[in-house]
């Protein structure tokens, strides 16, 4: 018999536990020649502000061992623009839509959450808190325990939105972080956000990103992320949703077994566009071959 | 656009760090236009993610090539791969060169890759035109022959004199232009270097023609998710970001902020 994959993130209902990574899927239109977006469990678009941004200069991006460093500095076209060109495209979907939000200040967080309450058609609000490539300081609301708590309370006071604040990986404390935003009324959350790293060029003896640092993403901070993810769900009741070097089934369902009750690919995305289908569908193949009836019987049935 | 599982049927050597691959890939060969791109996962290079770009150089039915530099860890990978053998293609990708438009002489101007890249366009333009080639030296010089079989005049130009004529490939389009340029109206079409499509466009500019230029920005996805191979356009009195993935490689030079590009 086939599994039951169904899975439902803080009011988020999915018919599968794989949705797209933001900022590695675009806003959809960018990868739906390549992949059905019907089949996926949920589509997260890349970061939106309040208003049109332009983001970083380049070079934006480069290749490290299994990995990638990027510092694209969220370019975006903002609420409304995002609203505009993109809500009609996402709308003729069977699939949730997750919106990915952040701001400079804890107002225009805010702001930007109550914009989204009333547009049709979004399913839920991922909050960046922890993007590591904007000057301004998106960073610090991620590592820094109280403006975490301010952030997160100011954004559940705007929307009545599932709520699913987005982790930062660079914190000693990463349980202090996840029961905060459980405290403060997230619905959910995500983790992890890409590394902040750094790469340079021994010929020109500079950094190799205009942005100087950046965050790695990819296999390479795959075993980060699987370490965060457990401890994150052994500290919350509210459902975890992970990512972190997924490009496979098999990637999946190991941090599925420590506790995530859903997944995101990102990166894999860049290299073979129909990653998150092939994931969904392998975690079925798996779960069928072992016997095992329902998703939820898997997720967090690590041995101690 | 889509993701295809092709077959090597031909891979060799050509002339110094040149290589020709040829493969079987019937989905993407049937739809290229001139000025596409492949993006390659290099197979047996697990440690390097990303795909590889890669113009079309010649599309016949169900097979479609590429030449390529070896310049680095993907390039020197790449040439391991033997006929029969298979590797993942995202393609064809891009917004390619137009046709020459009507009353115009097309002029391609190309070093590099770029003779490569504009095989395509010379095979489908109704007009046969005048193909300036340049390079540091003979072994820089592609694909002469295949050109003039296609019915094009193919002028050389070498920075050490070893073919054609010594000196920079805008010398001999200069030389031209005087020449003959005005019995025309010359539209160009570019792919090699930053320098030389930042020349190319300039002396577009001056003399008021059309040209059309293709970018080698490095890229992630190839599809305009990653926002990584921008460079910036006008737009009105400010500038936007385009993608050169997506609304290009090839844009209309007088697009480009020439300036700002790496
Ligand atoms: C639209 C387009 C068409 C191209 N067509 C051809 C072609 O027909 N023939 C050919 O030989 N080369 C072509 N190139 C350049 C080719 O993509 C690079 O030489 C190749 O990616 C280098 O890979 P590597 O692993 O060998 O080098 P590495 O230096 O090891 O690569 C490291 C990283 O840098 C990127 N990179 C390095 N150099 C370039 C470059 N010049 N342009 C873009 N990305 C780069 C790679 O994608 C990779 O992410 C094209 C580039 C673009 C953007
Ligand atoms: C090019 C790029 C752009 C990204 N943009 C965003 C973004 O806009 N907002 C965000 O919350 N995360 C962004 N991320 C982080 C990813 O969503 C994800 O958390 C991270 O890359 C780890 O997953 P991965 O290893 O599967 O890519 C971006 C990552 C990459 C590589
Ligand atoms: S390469 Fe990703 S947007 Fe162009």
């Known amino acids: 018999?086939?599994?039951?994959?169904?899975?439902?993130?803080?009011?988020?209902?999915?018919?599968?536990?794989?949705?797209?990574?933001?900022?590695?899927?675009?806003?959809?239109?960018?990868?739906?020649?390549?992949?059905?977006?019907?089949?996926?469990g949920a589509i997260v678009v890349k970061g939106i502000c309040l208003h049109p941004t332009k983001g970083n200069e380049l070079p934006r991006t480069t290749e490290v061992a299994s990995g990638l460093l990027n510092a694209i500095g969220l370019p975006g076209p903002g609420v409304d623009g995002f609203v505009r060109e993109y809500m009609p495209f996402l709308r003729t979907y069977d699939t949730p839509v997750v919106v990915n939000i952040w701001g400079k200040t804890i107002e225009e967080y805010a702001e930007v959450a109550a914009r989204?309450?009333?547009?049709?058609?979004?399913?839920?609000?991922?909050?960046?808190v922890s993007c590591p490539?904007?000057?301004?300081?998106?960073?610090v609301f991620g590592t820094d325990i109280k403006m975490f708590e301010r952030v997160v309370k100011a954004i559940r006071s705007a929307t009545r939105l599932p709520l699913i604040p987005k982790l930062a990986p660079n914190v000693s404390d990463i349980a202090e972080y996840a029961r905060c935003a459980e405290a403060c009324g997230a619905d959910?959350?995500?983790?992890?956000?890409?590394?902040?790293s750094l790469a340079v060029n021994l010929d020109t003896r500079r950094p190799i990103l205009a942005n100087k640092t950046g965050g790695l993403s990819g296999p390479a901070i795959k075993p980060i992320a699987l370490r965060l993810v457990w401890l994150a769900a052994q500290a919350v009741e509210i459902p975890v949703v992970a990512?972190?070097?997924?490009?496979?089934?098999?990637?999946?369902?190991?941090?599925?077994?420590?506790?995530?009750?859903?997944v995101a690919v990102g990166t894999a995305s860049f290299v073979y566009p129909d990653t998150a289908l092939r994931v969904a569908a392998g975690i079925g193949d798996f779960l069928e071959k072992e016997g095992i009836a329902s998703l939820s019987d898997w997720v967090g049935s690590i041995k101690a | 656009m889509q993701l295809e599982q092709a077959t090597v049927i031909a891979h060799a050597p050509i002339q110094g760090s040149y290589n020709l691959l040829q493969m079987r890939a019937p989905g993407v060969a049937a739809r290229?236009?001139?000025?596409?791109?492949?993006?390659?996962?290099?197979?047996?290079?697990?440690?390097?993610?990303?795909?590889?770009?890669?113009?079309?150089?010649?599309?016949?039915?169900?097979?479609?090539s590429i030449l390529y530099k070896d310049v680095g860890k993907g390039t020197r990978t790449l040439q391991y791969l033997e006929p029969g053998e298979s590797l993942s293609i995202l393609g064809p990708l891009g917004h390619g060169f137009p046709e020459v438009s009507a009353g115009h002489f097309p002029v391609l101007i190309a070093g590099g890759y770029g003779m490569a890249a504009l095989y395509l366009v010379a095979q489908r333009s109704p007009v046969k035109g005048v193909a300036f080639f340049g390079g540091r030296s003979a072994q820089d010089i592609l694909c002469v022959p295949e050109f003039e079989a296609l019915g094009w005049k193919v002028l050389v130009t070498t920075e050490d004199g070893s073919l054609g004529q010594r000196g920079l490939?805008?010398?001999?389009?200069d030389a031209w232009w005087a020449r003959e340029g005005s019995a025309h109206s010359p539209e160009l079409f570019v792919c090699g270097p930053g320098g030389m499509l930042k020349a190319a466009a300039r002396r577009a500019e001056e003399r008021n023609c059309p040209a059309w230029t293709s970018v080698d920005n490095n890229m992630g996805?190839?599809?305009?998710a990653c926002l990584t191979c921008v460079l910036k356009v006008k737009d009105g009195e400010s500038w936007t970001w385009a993608r050169a993935c997506r609304e290009g490689p090839v844009f209309n030079s007088r697009d480009i902020l020439w300036e700002e590009l790496a």
């Open chain 1, 1 to 40: 018999m086939k599994p039951d994959l169904s899975t439902n993130i803080g009011g988020i209902r999915m018919k599968n536990p794989v949705m797209t990574a933001s900022g590695t899927f675009g806003y959809g239109p960018e990868y739906a020649d390549l992949v059905d977006i019907n089949q996926l």
């Open chain 1, 243 to 262: 990512m972190g070097g997924i490009s496979c089934a098999r990637d999946a369902l190991e941090f599925l077994l420590v506790g995530a009750s859903a």
């Open chain 2, 32 to 64: 290229v236009q001139p000025g596409q791109f492949i993006h390659v996962k290099v197979p047996y290079l697990e440690e390097c993610i990303l795909r590889r770009p890669f113009s079309i150089f010649r599309a016949d039915g169900e097979s479609l």
């Open chain 1, 188 to 196: 959910a959350i995500s983790l992890i956000n890409s590394f902040p």
């Open chain 2, 169 to 173: 490939v805008t010398d001999a389009l």
């Open chain 1, 116 to 128: 989204f309450d009333s547009v049709p058609g979004i399913a839920g609000l991922e909050v960046n």
């Open chain 2, 221 to 224: 996805c190839g599809v305009g």
């Open chain 1, 133 to 139: 490539n904007i000057k301004e300081g998106s960073a």
